[in-house]
């Protein structure tokens, strides 16, 4: 029998051929996919998310995989009421002993698009405009899910030997925290048990060139409730004469940064892992403009002036955002009210080497020291709602190898090592429960905007992200039968020198 890298040459090509020459019925299934308005953060849209899950593990079943679909139970909206959470994916398919197992983690929910927030074309309809597919979901995450089924597609339709076993692990509640995943991975310890590498793809490169990610924040997420009383007030009738909770709130907020983004809070950096010399010098060679990143944010100036400085702030230190306030008065128009329960949102991006544990424990005490010399009569309640950790993975791992020995390939250059700002819990919680090693891969480019309006992928990130996890495939396969080998002649070895001494 050849090894599986023997015709990798010939094959590649035919692979990125049939790619090139299916890439309008790629975009079809985009467009196909894109049409699902698969919302998870409201309810409305919740019978449209089950139907995008659904259509995915149908698109998964004509690979010829086995899927299986995970009730994930019941979702407790605020009010009350309860609805269905959307099933999440588990399937496969091949599992040759002698193959390397990659299993691909992706949602295929979406955040919330209107028309009406700003978007220049109708979110749920892609839209080529100047090479660019605009719609929800084209880069976060429905363009990569699909690139990666599209790239099994091809060996599948070009009659090739797939050259590894693949997983899939598709869910459908990503957007809003991904709740149930980590008790869902806890309850299928068994599905992990052969897989060797795990895949995400649900970020974004830094700049015009290709890049593959080895770290991302994490994130701990507070609330900060200040309470009253039980109703609101007139402000021209109790004005003056109570304790306001929004007062003591913004000045709790206030408390948390300054001006120049650092952090306030007593010992909050102490963990913070210290800069070598080494990492400093990673930086240096970073493909990174910054004036393009600025014209991409749409903001004036940044809080630093170097390169460095900027990549280092948002990728290894931490750094303190207030998003909203819940119960203060946001609408338009000048209402006189004066709220009486208001809530202060504000989340600690974390870095290695910190301690979930002790931020929560120095957040509070910091809180209730500066509400205290307040004297106010208020109620004050902190609570930590997300505690995501960092996650950091050793580039010289071979799937890292792998990947850039595939970008090389398909887009003729090195790719910068990066690190994302941002959260991908699970990337995290599957490296310490799976003990497996994780990767991720962007195929989107810097300015693609997630989350963001005007949402998209370009058609060519789309088509060579295709090809690069078509490559991707045969190098793994490459590295792993290598490392096999490897350690096949190690054992052998073993086994001479234990006879050779008994
Ligand atoms: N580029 C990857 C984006 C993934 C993402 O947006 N993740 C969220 C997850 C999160 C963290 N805390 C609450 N949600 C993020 O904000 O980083
Ligand atoms: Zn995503
Ligand atoms: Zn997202």
């Not at 004509?62 to 609805?83: N, P, R, S, Y």
């Not at 974004?204 to 409730?225: D, H, I, M």
């Not at 109620?379 to 970008?407: C, F, H």
Request: hydrophobic share 40%; with cysteine.
């Amino acid at each position: 029998m050849l090894p599986l890298h023997a015709n990798a040459a010939t094959k590649l090509e035919d692979l990125f051929q049939h790619i090139d020459a299916h890439q309008d019925d790629f975009v079809q299934s985009l467009k196909d996919w894109v049409a699902v308005p698969s919302d998870s953060s409201d309810p409305r849209f919740r019978e449209q998310l089950i139907r995008m899950v659904q259509m995915t593990a149908e698109r998964i079943r004509t690979l010829g995989a086995t899927v299986q679909l995970v009730d994930m139970g019941l979702e407790t909206l605020h009010g009350g009421q309860t609805i269905q959470f959307p099933p999440a994916i588990l399937a496969q398919l091949g599992n040759s002993t002698d193959k390397a197992t990659v299993c691909f983690y992706g949602h295929v929910d979406v955040q919330p698009a209107k028309k009406e927030d700003g978007w220049k074309t109708d979110p749920y309809t892609i839209t080529e405009i100047n090479g660019n597919l605009y719609g929800r979901g084209a880069t976060d995450n429905k363009g990569p899910v699909l690139a990666w089924i599209h790239a099994i597609d091809t060996y599948i339709a070009l009659q090739k030997t797939i050259p590894v076993n693949l997983k899939f692990i598709i869910e459908g509640v990503e957007e809003t925290g991904s709740p149930g995943l980590e008790e869902l991975l806890k309850g299928h310890e068994e599905f992990f048990s052969d897989v060797d590498y795990i895949v995400i793809s649900d970020n974004v490169w830094l700049s015009r060139k290709p890049a593959l990610t080895y770290g991302t924040r994490g994130n701990a997420y507070f609330f900060v409730e200040v309470e009253s009383g039980k109703k609101d007030l007139h402000s021209g009738t109790f004005g003056g004469i109570i304790h306001e909770s929004m007062r003591d709130l913004v000045y709790l907020l206030a408390s948390l940064a300054d001006t120049a983004g650092h952090i306030l809070i007593p010992g909050i950096y102490d963990d913070v892992a210290p800069l070598t010399e080494e990492e400093s010098k990673l930086y240096e060679s970073i493909d990174f403009d910054m004036e393009e990143h600025k014209n991409n944010t749409e903001v004036n100036t940044f809080l630093y002036n170097t390169k460095e400085e900027i990549l280092q702030h948002m990728w290894r230190y931490p750094s303190l955002s207030i998003h909203g306030i819940e119960g203060a008065f946001a609408g338009v128009g000048t209402k006189t009210v004066i709220p009486s329960k208001v809530i202060g949102k504000f989340s600690i991006r974390q870095v290695p080497n910190m301690k979930i544990p002790v931020v929560e424990k120095l957040v509070k005490k910091h809180l209730e020291d500066v509400f205290a010399k307040l004297n106010s009569p208020n109620k004050l309640k902190v609570s930590l709602e997300i505690g995501a950790m960092p996650w950091v993975a050793n580039v010289d791992d071979p799937q890292y190898e792998a990947a850039r020995t595939a970008i090389r390939k398909v887009f003729g250059v090195t790719p910068d090592m990066i690190r994302d700002g941002s959260t991908i819990p699970l990337a995290r919680t599957f490296q310490d429960l799976t003990k497996k090693k994780v990767i991720m891969i962007p195929i989107g480019g810097a300015d693609d905007g997630e989350h963001s309006q005007n949402e998209k992928i370009s058609r060519s990130n789309y088509i060579q992200g295709t090809k690069l996890f078509a490559s991707f495939f045969l190098e793994l396969a490459k590295l792993h039968e290598d490392l096999q080998k490897k350690s096949n002649s190690n054992q052998v070895k073993i086994s001479q020198r234990i006879r050779s001494q008994t």
